[in-house]
């Protein structure tokens, strides 16, 4: 176990102002996500961060603009093919396939290259894994900075588009812009899984998404309550997962993050099963106002 000391090391604070950033908008986006049912969109987006880290390393380019380039190219897609409500299973599996042949073309150019092996292996590693206290501080600020811009965008269109995700048919009859709200939010989504990806990795990207948010849905009733509080048990993982991986360095910290917004999840599903069900039962939005944040009383 590593002594206080460690809290004095720049990479320690550079990891925690990146993580709770990231967690904190994540939490936010990942809400709607589960709210809405599209869960398979952020684990579709994880494949694609991977096919398009590979593009990059292929054509021997920066990583973060094959992160960026393929999830937001991904997610624009998944909102212009999609219908007024965005894209659905149908739509994300069907580029899903193609993204992952994609992928693996790129694999092909890149290993018949046969430059940078070393280097390349280390950015894979990375970005399936995450490297969260790996981040320099040009990193770190730079993954704040994009992840809390998301999160404002997040917090300002949050009551249209949580009514437009309850009740489509009544948003739209008062001239909410669902689709336009739609396709906000896969942007957000594409945003959110490229910088998460550096923290948690790819392979566990879903579970922060979607852990956090499904456990925060089982706990309140209210959606707006539900949306800060899926933000708090996200940051919360990210805090307690960089805690464990400093004090045991042989854990990584994207594995301990995943653990903690799973375990949370599970606390949750427990308190709702003792309760005799998930306390979340949000109805149609024209069942309740809008100024009384959108709830069906559980």
Do not use: K
Request: with cysteine; net charge neutral.
């Amino acid at each position: 176990m590593l002594t206080a000391s460690v809290w004095t090391e720049p990479f320690v604070w550079w990891a925690v102002l990146a993580g709770t950033a990231i967690a904190l908008a994540a939490g936010l986006v990942g809400h709607v996500t589960v709210l809405r049912g599209q869960v398979f969109a952020g684990d579709a987006l994880s494949h694609v961060a991977v096919t398009g880290s590979l593009a990059a390393l292929a054509f021997g380019v920066d990583l973060r603009l094959g992160l960026y380039g393929g999830c937001v190219g991904f997610a624009l897609l998944l909102a212009v093919l999609g219908g007024r409500q965005g894209a659905d299973d149908t739509v994300i599996g069907s580029v899903f396939a193609w993204v992952l042949g994609l992928g693996a073309l790129f694999l092909s150019l890149y290993a018949s290259n046969g430059s940078g092996e070393a280097t390349g292996g280390t950015a894979g590693v990375s970005v399936l894994f995450g490297s969260l206290l790996g981040l320099t501080g040009q990193q770190a600020v730079a993954d704040a900075a994009v992840s809390l811009v998301a999160a404002g965008v997040m917090v300002v269109v949050a009551r249209p588009l949580i009514f437009a995700s309850l009740d489509p048919a009544v948003a739209r009859a008062g001239g909410v812009p669902v689709r336009m709200l739609s396709a906000l939010l896969f942007l957000l989504l594409g945003v959110i899984a490229a910088v998460a990806t550096q923290a948690v990795g790819a392979l566990l990207l879903l579970g922060l998404l979607a852990a956090p948010a499904g456990a925060a849905q089982r706990l309140v009733a209210r959606p707006f309550a539900a949306l800060w509080l899926s933000a708090g048990i996200a940051m919360a993982s990210v805090w307690s997962g960089l805690i464990v991986s400093c004090l045991w360095p042989s854990i990584p910290a994207s594995p301990a993050i995943i653990v903690a917004a799973t375990t949370a999840y599970g606390l949750a599903w427990m308190a709702s099963v003792r309760r005799g069900g998930p306390r979340t039962r949000i109805a149609s939005a024209s069942t309740g106002p809008v100024a009384d944040d959108l709830v069906c009383p559980a």
